[in-house]
């Protein structure tokens, strides 16, 4: 398991905040405010932004917990580079895919936890008030004891990562903030301590999560007395009398005290302190982490059994130069919810360069996205949408589509998409997987021609993984002839788009029945003018 210090788990934390936020006002869960939190990895935001990576977490996300939720999303937009952590959740994951009985046991561990964490991460967020702070510290102490009982009562596992999972949170139980939680809690000069913390002559004084105590209470037991034996007759009237109401400013004392002044003193001296120690407690943090990583885990499962077309657990390699290889690959975000989605074979090996050809909404971008969004998959350790597959970690995903924010450079769309294609080229390696979906876009086509062949050799000569999706099959031709690269198009039956991929240059736009299909061809536009009356008609 990935370890995380202390400040990292107060971004955790603040992600954990937004989605108990939305989800305790019954919205859905606002995965753009966390996507805006988390920095770039090896995919830039950009980048997860065209693959759709908001869908791809909805397609995936069967977690259970807030915490999975946000552990889920953050895998998703951080993909791993550690290929011994992805074999180990591929071991856990086949573990827990076979074993029904420990599905069993973790579904009602993550549901016993999704029913405490709002309580435990509210006291976490410090989204609590001094005057109710009492009640909010021991639902997040319960939630803990809560949670430790539930992860006591999961079996054995056989694998390293759940059983490495499962210790991490019954770690918890012998830190010394554990005990600070279970109670008692000593105020001392160097801090919130444990009766453990302390010797026989530490200067002390208890902490008592609660509103009225001895504490409060000794300076009220004048009035009560003088007032019960005034009242029962057992001194004189007169005495008790004088008694009572000489000694009821001691009672008004003991009252504002225990109602005001103690839990204001308590929560700046005491729950604050014991907060910041839970914060920082690595335990506590590994705990966390561990829940998360368990339901993320079992996510995995669950988004498999829901997948109506086949997924597998790819064979991951580290090779020095990236590949991808699958038969039926899917579009994890559609093939979810069409059961007649059509698959792909992919065979990205050895070619270095794939140019894919073809008339628009063909399928070509739906394909790329495929791509990279099993990819993804894969390197956080899911499963994939195909039949078979065979992937090699990649060190950066880069994804550039067509952008229309000229007007925001001086050199207009031809200096702007440059400048995203020279950065993508700088910062690649041979490990790494690029799709360009067309490039030097906005002059003119002799000069695109010239631009892209030499770009193109750039990427041929380091070496990584490229898919270039474009219409000038004349570039095409140009790699062809040279024997660099596979030429890949789509399929047309019948004047329609198969959606499949198969080899070959398309050399038809299909730009006529597409300016037919949405009444602006030729013809419609002769019609037009005549209807008008702007051109006789011959």
């Known amino acids: 398991m990935v370890e995380m210090d202390s400040e990292e788990l107060i971004v955790e934390l603040n992600y954990k905040n937004i989605i108990v936020d939305e989800r305790q006002q019954?919205?859905?869960?606002?995965?753009?405010?966390?996507?805006?939190?988390?920095?770039?990895?090896?995919?830039?935001?950009?980048?997860?932004?065209?693959?759709?990576?908001?869908?791809?977490f909805k397609a995936v996300d069967h977690t259970s917990t807030m915490a999975g939720?946000?552990?889920?999303?953050?895998?998703?937009?951080?993909?791993?580079?550690?290929?011994?952590?992805?074999?180990?959740?591929?071991?856990?994951?086949?573990?827990?895919?076979?074993?029904?009985?420990?599905?069993?046991?973790?579904?009602?561990?993550?549901?016993?936890?999704?029913r405490m964490e709002v309580d435990l991460f509210r006291f976490l967020n410090a989204h609590i008030h001094q005057m109710t702070a009492y009640g909010d510290y021991k639902s997040a102490a319960r939630a803990i004891d809560r949670l430790l009982a539930a992860t006591e009562k999961l079996p054995q596992t056989e694998t390293v990562y759940l059983d490495s999972l499962i210790k991490s949170i019954l770690s918890f139980k012998g830190s010394p903030v554990r005990d600070i939680l279970a109670g008692p809690a000593f105020r001392t000069f160097s801090g919130i301590k444990s009766s453990e913390e302390i010797c026989l002559y530490t200067p002390t004084l208890r902490f008592r999560p609660q509103r009225l105590g001895f504490g409060s209470?000794?300076?009220?037991?004048?009035?009560?007395?003088?007032?019960?034996?005034?009242?029962?007759?057992f001194l004189d009237p007169y005495l008790a009398k004088t008694m009572f109401f000489s000694t009821s400013w001691f009672s008004v004392l003991g009252f504002v005290y225990g109602a005001v002044l103690k839990p204001t003193i308590d929560y700046e001296t005491a729950i604050l302190p014991i907060r910041k120690r839970l914060i920082e407690s690595d335990r506590f943090v590994s705990a966390i982490e561990a829940v998360a990583a368990i339901d993320e885990l079992m996510s995995f499962v669950l988004f498999s059994r829901a997948m109506p077309h086949p997924t597998v657990m790819p064979e991951l390699t580290n090779e020095e130069a990236h590949f991808f290889v699958a038969r039926d690959l899917r579009n994890p975000i559609l093939a979810m919810c069409d059961k007649d989605y059509i698959g792909n074979d992919v065979n990205l090996a050895g070619d270095r360069v794939s140019f894919i050809t073809g008339p628009n909404s063909g399928g070509k971008t739906?394909?790329?996205?495929?791509?990279?969004?099993?990819?993804?998959?894969?390197?956080?350790?899911?499963?994939?949408?195909?039949?078979?597959?065979?992937?090699?970690?990649?060190?950066?995903i880069t994804y550039q589509a067509p952008s229309f924010d000229s007007l925001s450079d001086m050199e207009g769309r031809f200096g702007t998409e440059l400048k995203v294609t020279r950065d993508i080229f700088y910062s690649v390696t041979p490990?790494?997987?690029?799709?360009?979906?067309?490039?030097?876009?906005?002059?003119?086509?002799?000069?695109?021609?010239?631009?892209?062949?030499?770009?193109?050799?750039?990427?041929?000569?380091?070496?990584?993984?490229?898919?270039?999706?474009?219409?000038?099959?004349?570039?095409?031709?140009?790699?062809?002839?040279?024997?660099?690269?596979?030429?890949?198009?789509?399929?047309?039956?019948?004047?329609?788009?198969?959606?499949?991929?198969?080899?070959?240059?398309?050399?038809?736009?299909?730009?006529?029945?597409?300016?037919?299909?949405?009444?602006?061809?030729?013809?419609?536009?002769?019609?037009?003018?005549?209807?008008?009356?702007y051109l006789v008609e011959e």
């Open 26 to 56: 019954g919205k859905e869960f606002n995965i753009r405010r966390m996507f805006d939190l988390l920095p770039a990895t090896i995919a830039d935001k950009r980048t997860l932004r065209v693959v759709e990576i908001h869908d791809l």
């Open 69 to 114: 939720s946000a552990r889920l999303f953050h895998s998703l937009m951080n993909p791993s580079q550690s290929i011994e952590l992805i074999y180990a959740k591929q071991d856990a994951y086949a573990e827990l895919e076979n074993n029904e009985r420990l599905q069993e046991a973790i579904h009602d561990f993550l549901i016993e936890f999704s």
């Open 217 to 233: 209470l000794w300076p009220t037991l004048p009035g009560i007395l003088s007032g019960s034996a005034w009242l029962f007759g």
């Open 366 to 396: 739906t394909y790329c996205k495929s791509i990279v969004q099993n990819q993804i998959l894969a390197q956080i350790g899911a499963p994939v949408v195909a039949s078979a597959a065979m992937i090699n970690m990649a060190d950066r």
């Open 431 to 533: 490990q790494s997987l690029v799709i360009l979906d067309e490039i030097a876009e906005g002059t003119t086509s002799h000069e695109k021609v010239n631009f892209s062949v030499d770009i193109i050799n750039g990427f041929f000569a380091v070496g990584n993984n490229t898919l270039l999706v474009t219409h000038s099959f004349e570039l095409v031709d140009y790699f062809k002839s040279r024997g660099r690269g596979q030429c890949l198009q789509l399929e047309f039956e019948n004047d329609l788009p198969t959606h499949r991929i198969v080899p070959g240059i398309s050399r038809d736009s299909h730009a006529y029945r597409v300016a037919a299909k949405i009444g602006f061809s030729p013809d419609d536009i002769k019609r037009h003018l005549c209807e008008k009356g």
